[in-house]
């Protein structure tokens, strides 16, 4: 561990020097990339010279305490803090050093189905939908909805939107699976409880040079916008549907009023499909790896159930319950996001370990 920290720091330094020179800030691609591996390395080494600096106190204090004298007492307190601290300390870095996932950085593309249970499904799905966007503008990021398939109740049987801000993907990625809601329907006469369910899947948005897309496999539509029903709520072409032939993948964007903006908003949706394709692929390739308790691979999984008769809500990976339902459907989401993202780690550094 310590020789991977000595090296990193000795590239820490090495950034530093080159963030200093004109020629690396004249570059623009050369300084935002350095900057980067600037930022990332950032935490690693400033806890690395903290483990140093206390190492540092405790050896001092030892050498106190083999002096014997009247300053014993004080050093042997320093020394034991010190010693306690290291420990800590050394844990911490372990974390840090697990390999960060290239992804954690990027925006993320949301799609909520509407599962089992029809109409009450639907109107789950708008919970969903409503939930991560509470979220996302308390915790800083922007949402941006690009398709919504509505019901006549205001359900959705299915909505996709953007989440583009700082560290997006390393938030929401926990959040592919199947969710599952319990709770009394408004339309129930006999206040019997029912189970719906309706599934997420998070795609991290992808940058053109990573998918190839040959624009001769795409077939563009142009379409009127539909309404709750399906009937147009305008005039003009300005929806977009983009058919990739070697996939059969298809993606359909309405929301803005411009064609070309659906168009460009349908195109990051296909590269963010393909995207998580590609990385699938790689995935399954690397049978020896280790699985992760957590993941974020099988959305057929049903990862979390949200009981409304008990005001709870239970995530099924990591066995952990909340009890404030309602503040938890009105965004206050960010205690399960850390934990899911703590269980992750952990799972991680012990799979380094082993």
Same mark, same amino acid.
């Given at each position: =561990?310590?020789?991977?920290?000595?090296?990193?720091?000795?590239?820490? /330094?090495?950034?530093?020097?080159?963030?200093?020179?004109?020629?690396?800030? %004249?570059?623009?691609?050369?300084?935002?990339?350095? =900057?980067?591996?600037?930022?990332?390395?950032?935490? !690693?080494?400033?806890?690395?010279?903290?483990?140093?600096?206390?190492?540092?106190?405790?050896?001092?204090?030892?050498?106190? =305490?083999? &002096?014997?004298?009247?300053?014993?007492?004080?050093?042997?307190?320093?020394?034991?803090?010190?010693?306690?601290? !290291?420990?800590?300390?050394?844990?911490?870095?372990?974390?840090?050093? !697990?390999?960060?996932?290239?992804? /954690?950085?990027?925006?993320?593309?949301?799609?909520?189905?509407?599962?089992?249970?029809?109409? &009450?499904?639907?109107?789950?799905?708008?919970?969903?939908?409503?939930?991560?966007?509470?979220?996302?503008?308390?915790?800083? $990021?922007?949402?941006?909805?690009?398709?919504?398939?509505?019901?006549?109740?205001?359900?959705?049987?299915?909505?996709?939107?953007?989440?583009?801000?700082?560290?997006?993907?390393?938030? $929401?990625?926990?959040? %592919?699976?199947?969710?599952?809601?319990?709770?009394?329907?408004?339309?129930?006469?006999?206040?019997?409880?029912?189970?719906?369910?309706?599934?997420?899947?998070?795609?991290?948005?992808?940058?053109?040079?990573?998918?190839?897309?040959?624009?001769?496999?795409?077939?563009?539509?142009?379409?009127?916008? %539909?309404?709750?029903?399906?009937?147009?709520?305008?005039?003009?072409?300005?929806?977009?549907?983009?058919?990739?032939?070697?996939?059969?993948?298809?993606?359909?964007?309405?929301?803005?009023?411009?064609?070309?903006?659906?168009?460009?908003?349908?195109?990051?949706?296909?590269?963010?499909?393909?995207?998580?394709?590609?990385?699938?692929?790689?995935? /399954?390739?690397?049978?020896?790896?280790?699985?992760?308790?957590?993941?974020?691979?099988?959305?057929?999984?049903?990862?979390?159930?949200?009981?409304?008769?008990?005001?709870?809500?239970?995530?099924?990976?990591?066995?952990?319950?909340?009890?404030?339902?309602?503040? $938890?459907?009105?965004?206050? !989401?960010?205690?399960?996001?850390?934990?899911?993202?703590?269980?992750?780690?952990?799972?991680?550094?012990?799979?380094?370990?082993?």
């Amino acid at each position: =561990m310590f020789n991977r920290l000595n090296e990193a720091e000795k590239r820490f /330094d090495e950034i530093e020097k080159s963030l200093a020179d004109p020629e690396t800030t %004249s570059n623009q691609a050369e300084f935002t990339k350095l =900057m980067k591996e600037y930022k990332n390395l950032t935490p !690693i080494i400033e806890k690395y010279r903290e483990y140093k600096k206390v190492s540092s106190d405790m050896e001092g204090a030892r050498l106190l =305490m083999d &002096e014997g004298g009247e300053l014993y007492d004080m050093a042997l307190e320093e020394y034991k803090d010190c010693k306690e601290r !290291i420990v800590v300390i050394e844990e911490e870095l372990k974390l840090l050093l !697990i390999p960060k996932d290239p992804n /954690d950085d990027k925006n993320v593309i949301v799609e909520i189905r509407a599962g089992a249970g029809g109409e &009450e499904a639907a109107l789950f799905a708008s919970v969903l939908y409503r939930m991560y966007s509470m979220y996302s503008a308390t915790a800083g $990021f922007k949402t941006e909805l690009t398709g919504v398939n509505e019901t006549g109740l205001g359900g959705f049987k299915e909505v996709t939107f953007l989440i583009s801000g700082e560290g997006a993907y390393s938030r $929401f990625k926990f959040e %592919s699976g199947v969710h599952r809601v319990q709770r009394v329907p408004e339309t129930e006469t006999q206040g019997r409880i029912h189970t719906s369910t309706a599934t997420v899947a998070v795609l991290p948005e992808a940058e053109d040079v990573e998918v190839e897309l040959n624009m001769g496999d795409v077939v563009v539509e142009t379409c009127k916008s %539909s309404g709750a029903g399906g009937q147009h709520v305008n005039k003009t072409e300005s929806a977009i549907r983009l058919i990739h032939k070697p996939t059969g993948i298809v993606v359909e964007c309405q929301d803005e009023r411009s064609q070309f903006k659906n168009k460009d908003k349908a195109f990051k949706i296909l590269r963010a499909k393909l995207y998580d394709m590609k990385m699938q692929e790689q995935s /399954d390739k690397i049978a020896s790896e280790r699985k992760s308790q957590v993941g974020t691979g099988d959305r057929s999984e049903r990862i979390r159930t949200y009981n409304y008769p008990q005001g709870r809500v239970t995530d099924h990976r990591i066995g952990f319950t909340i009890y404030s339902l309602e503040s $938890f459907l009105n965004g206050d !989401i960010g205690e399960m996001l850390d934990k899911l993202a703590t269980a992750d780690a952990a799972e991680k550094l012990k799979g380094e370990n082993n």
